[in-house]
C-alpha cells in the first residue's frame, strides 16, 4: 500500500519561496515515477512537474526555472522547491505516485493525472501580491 503525505504549504509573498515535501508512509516502498500536481480555486487540476524512480523530470511551461522536483528513495520522500512565487501559483498541491512504473509517461511535458494511481490529500499554498 501507498500512503502519500504532503507538507511544507504555507502563505508567502509574490518572489518568495516554499518547499513541499512528500512522504511515503506505506507498507509499499517500491520507486515508482512520482509528480506534483495542484488545483486552483475554480479550476481543472494541472500537472506541475513529474520525476522518474532514477531522478529524470520534466516541468509544465509555468514553473519552468522556478520550481525544482526532487526525490530521496531510501527516506521515501519527493519535494518540490518552489522559487520566485507567483499569485498565480497559488493553489492546492498534490503529491502522487504512478501504479507500477519506475518511468514517467511523456517525460517531454507536464504530468498527465490519468497515469497516476496513488495520491495524497494535498497542501495549501497561498501566494500575496
Known amino acids: 500500500q501507498v500512503r502519500l503525505l504532503e507538507s511544507g504549504g504555507g502563505s508567502v509573498q509574490a518572489g518568495g519561496s516554499l518547499k513541499l515535501s512528500c512522504a511515503n508512509s506505506?507498507?509499499?516502498?517500491?520507486?515508482?515515477?512520482m509528480a506534483w500536481f495542484r488545483q486552483a480555486p475554480g479550476k481543472e487540476r494541472e500537472g506541475v512537474a513529474q520525476?522518474?524512480?532514477?531522478?529524470?523530470?520534466s516541468y509544465t511551461d509555468s514553473v519552468k526555472g522556478r520550481f525544482t522536483i526532487s526525490r530521496d528513495n531510501a527516506k521515501r520522500t519527493l519535494s518540490l522547491q518552489m522559487d520566485s512565487l507567483k499569485p498565480e501559483d497559488t493553489a492546492v498541491y498534490y503529491c502522487?505516485?504512478?501504479?507500477?512504473?519506475?518511468?514517467?509517461?511523456?517525460?517531454?511535458?507536464?504530468?498527465?493525472?490519468?497515469?497516476?494511481?496513488?495520491w495524497g490529500r494535498g497542501t495549501q499554498v497561498t501566494v500575496s501580491s
Open positions: 506505506g507498507s509499499d516502498d517500491g520507486i515508482r515515477c
Open positions: 502522487a505516485s504512478r501504479g507500477e512504473s519506475f518511468n514517467c509517461y511523456g517525460l517531454d511535458k507536464a504530468p498527465d493525472e490519468g497515469r497516476f494511481r496513488f
Open positions: 520525476i522518474t524512480g532514477d531522478g529524470r523530470t
